[in-house]
């Protein structure tokens, strides 16, 4: 595909349960990070993978959140014992690190709701 | 550390009319500047960006801006409204130097009126 693709688009969990949220990055790009946007706000980081680098992890908010790459490429975010307050739209940005091109490509979301 | 300050959580014009959307910001080193948008229920997009070459930058759909580095503001404008603009509008920087985190602004949302 020619952009970010997220999965699924939208997920409904019950308090406690763990969730998981994947992004597929476009092809090549070497930066890949994740966002939160509550509703009505701006958009908060959580983490960035950079190629085989340790990933900057500053942004999760609790231990409850993790996240991984594979491969370089697809990254999963996981939110374990979900709680209401975990409830957002999660994005997902890549973009290529070499010559100064430092646009974020985000795909479309994925709307986490814990009843 | 940088930051990022929109000083409108709302904006709104008569189409046809003259948009004005106000960034400023701080940073340590010399920053990229991005403006993108936000339309309900999809994804952001790209409007335009600033990176250390002309300081007037135009981008997609009319819009433009102009990095004032001793205002350190980067204000998005638009010579006239129409109704499809009507959406979010985010303002983010990024050092270039070492950083690898894009700050984002907390938003405008911008209204047009028929």
């Known amino acids: 595909g020619a952009g970010v693709s997220q999965s699924p688009s939208n997920k409904v969990t019950e308090k406690g349960k763990d969730v998981e949220l994947r992004c597929d990055p476009i092809s090549g790009h070497t930066a890949l990070y994740w966002y939160r946007q509550s509703l009505g706000q701006g958009l908060e980081f959580l983490i960035y993978f950079q190629g085989n680098s340790a990933p900057d992890k500053s942004g999760l908010p609790s231990d409850r959140f993790s996240a991984e790459r594979t491969g370089g490429s697809v990254s999963t975010l996981t939110i374990q014992r979900t709680q209401q307050e975990d409830s957002a739209v999660y994005l997902c940005?890549?973009?290529?690190?070499?010559?100064?091109?430092?646009?974020?490509?985000f795909g479309p979301g994925t709307r986490l709701t814990v009843l | 550390a940088q930051s990022v300050t929109q000083l409108d959580s709302h904006v709104s014009v008569s189409e046809g009319t003259p948009v004005l959307l106000r960034c400023n910001y701080s940073s340590s080193y010399s920053p990229s500047l991005f403006w993108y948008v936000q339309h309900p229920n999809k994804g952001l997009q790209l409007l335009l960006k600033?990176?250390?070459?002309?300081?007037l930058v135009k981008g997609i759909n009319g819009f433009e801006a102009e990095f004032k580095k001793s205002e350190t503001s980067f204000h998005l404008t638009k010579p006239s409204a129409h109704m499809s603009d009507a959406a979010e509008y985010f303002c983010?920087?990024?050092?270039?130097?070492?950083?690898?985190?894009?700050?984002f602004g907390p938003g405008t949302r911008l209204s047009v009126l028929p």
């Open positions: 600033y990176t250390s070459a002309a300081t």
């Open positions: 940005a890549s973009r290529w690190t070499s010559g100064g091109a430092y646009e974020q490509f």
């Open positions: 983010v920087v990024k050092e270039d130097n070492y950083g690898q985190n894009f700050v």
